[in-house]
């Protein structure tokens, strides 16, 4: 009964001991699972890489639509001048009435390209692609060759 007393007198000092000088572990809130090998790695790149390339096909489907709207736009404003030049150009008998209405049609015009560039620059520079993950400096195929080469002997040819 000795002996027991002794094992439970230790276990106390020690548990004692433990919880006074403050070694007790402590976990952490939110632990991130560190990936252990490269080839986990190479898997957590891909699929980062597949989102960043879904984010950017998205980004350059949105930018394409502005620019269809943008050049709907244009397209209006170039056909209406147009279309009212004609109109004009049938009631005109005078050379300075063709003039003025041809110089309206320009002015019109420019006025548009000027609107579209604006609305273009607006919209921003066109998104970059991501960056396609590096193939690893190991590939399997040939980690297993070399292994059989080895275990047989034989040099690689």
Known sequence: MSKARQIIAISLLTSLAM????????A???????PSTTAEIYKALQEQYKRDRDQ??????????????????FKNAVDKA??????????????????SISAT???AI?????????????????????????????????LKSDSKL???GKSKR
Request: proline share 10%; net charge positive.
């Open 56 to 73: 950017y096909l998205q980004a350059v489907r949105d930018r394409d639509s502005k620019m269809r709207m943008i050049n709907l736009i």
């Open 28 to 34: 952490d809130p939110q632990p991130t699972p560190s």
């Open 82 to 99: 147009t279309t009212d030049a004609r109109v004009a150009m049938a009631s005109a008998t005078t050379p300075e009435q063709k003039n």
């Open 110 to 142: 420019t006025q548009a390209i000027t609107l579209r560039d604006s609305m273009i620059s607006g919209i921003g520079p066109m998104p970059t692609p991501p960056a396609k993950p590096d193939k690893l400096a190991f590939d399997k195929n040939e």
């Open 150 to 152: 080895d275990q047989k």
């Open 19 to 26: 919880g006074a000088f403050g070694t007790t572990a402590q």
């Open 105 to 107: 049609r320009r002015n």
